[in-house]
């Protein structure tokens, strides 16, 4: 080795101290993410849990200008308790986010309802029949 020089590390060399240093600015679609996040009182774990993806992939959205896929956008929406529109429109006058309700857990009438949903057309008609009934039956119980 020549005087003057000294050893270091290969892998040191083009790192940054801080890897979010060389990202600069958020952009403005992941910074709208992290609000809604934030607001709903979510970490990155939590809502990558109700989402079912990796926690990795709602740090890359949050950094990220644009928005994610198509078929996260649901599930996503639900998680912080906003609409999809709200989830792609980023609010350019009050940046603010909107008020995102923290997401509970699901009842057992919405789990019943989500399997409905699998069955074929005709089969979800006479269960919804059937709900309604019961339902307006019970009304008038309470009402008398």
């Not at 857990?105 to 089969?123: G, I, N, T, Y």
């Not at 019961?134 to 009304?139: A, G, I, M, N, P």
Request: proline share 9%.
């Amino acid at each position: 080795m020549k005087p003057g020089i000294t050893k270091t590390n290969p892998y040191d060399v083009h790192m940054a101290r801080n890897p979010r240093a060389d990202r600069g600015k958020r952009p403005k679609q992941g910074a709208h993410l992290l609000n809604l996040r934030e607001s709903a009182g979510l970490t990155q774990t939590q809502l990558a849990g109700f989402v079912g993806v990796p926690q990795g992939t709602i740090a890359l959205w949050e950094w990220n200008e644009t928005p994610p896929r198509s078929s996260a956008l649901p599930k996503l929406a639900k998680a912080l308790g906003v609409s999809i529109a709200d989830l792609l429109v980023v609010n350019l006058i009050n940046k603010k986010p909107p008020i995102a309700k923290k997401p509970g857990p699901v009842s057992d009438v919405q789990k019943a309802f989500e399997d409905v949903r699998s069955l074929p057309r005709h089969q979800q008609k006479k269960i919804l029949e059937t709900v309604s009934a019961l339902v307006e039956q019970y009304k008038r119980k309470v009402a008398s």
